[in-house]
């Protein structure tokens, strides 16, 4: 086998609380994670030349070292020790630095492709612990899906997946670091905590209500004040027949969670015809990383 493709999907946060900083910088956090249907796509091929490249079809990601496609192939190149090369095709459809995982699920993605690619036989457990040195979400990405996600994120339990629905997911064209978030969050003074038990009852009993009357994200707390269009997107997504709408990870991106597409897409027309993000999907959960 010398050539094989894989998907790389991104996630959204339905839940996502911060219990506290741990003295390493760290945050503990207690995340439900669930996977959505907008994917890269990356093709892995052998080549004879030692080393690793990348190409992709988008010029203001790095395609050195600072690329994680780059830090995932070489980490496992390094454990097993290869000397050929390969070079790795990314064409990228996830919002960039926008709370989706979108580089976490393309190293998560390469760890799967190199890995059958150069016969290495690491089971899924294994790259998840070889991983989370690159990541915290990497683990996660590994096997996607609806999980609670506790630790620094690499404490997984699999969840029941939400009752089918239709999503708007919205990127605004402002860049939010993660660090900067984190940096920010006063993880001891927070008054609000969003109920992620009640989350975690409301999917084993399979309601889409109860899942999305707990919606809620500590991290809003450091960036709705920041960028207030955060929440514009949010309430007009509501205005429009959103069940409940939230910023993902540590944003800007926001989701709305609907029962029709029609009106999801409805309310995807409103958030571009206000100018309010720059890329906009309608789209669903989807089961797993594969
Ligand atoms: P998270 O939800 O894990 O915080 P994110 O969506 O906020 O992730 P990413 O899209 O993963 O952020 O990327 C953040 C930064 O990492 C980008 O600014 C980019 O320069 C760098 N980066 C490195 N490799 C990649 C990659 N393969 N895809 C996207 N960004 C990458």
Redesign the pocket.
Known sequence: MEQITRKAYAKINIGLDVLRRRKDGYHEVRMIMQTVDICDDLTFERTAQSGIVIRTDRE???VDG????YKAADLLFQEKGITEGVMIT?T?R???????????S??AATMRGVNELFGMGYSVRELQELGVKL?A?IPYCLVGGTMLSEGIGEILTPLPAPPDCFLVVAKPDINVS?GFVYGNLQADRLTYHPDIDGMIEALRAGSLSGVTDRLGNVLETVTVREYPVIEEIKELLRSKGAENALMS??GPTVFGIFKKRETAEVAAQAVSNRQLAGQIFVTTFHEGAE
């Open positions: 203001e990601l790095p600072n690329n994680l496609i990314l990228k996830i919002p960039i630095a926008a709370g989706m995982a979108g580089g976490s393309d190293a990541g979400d993660t990870g540590s």
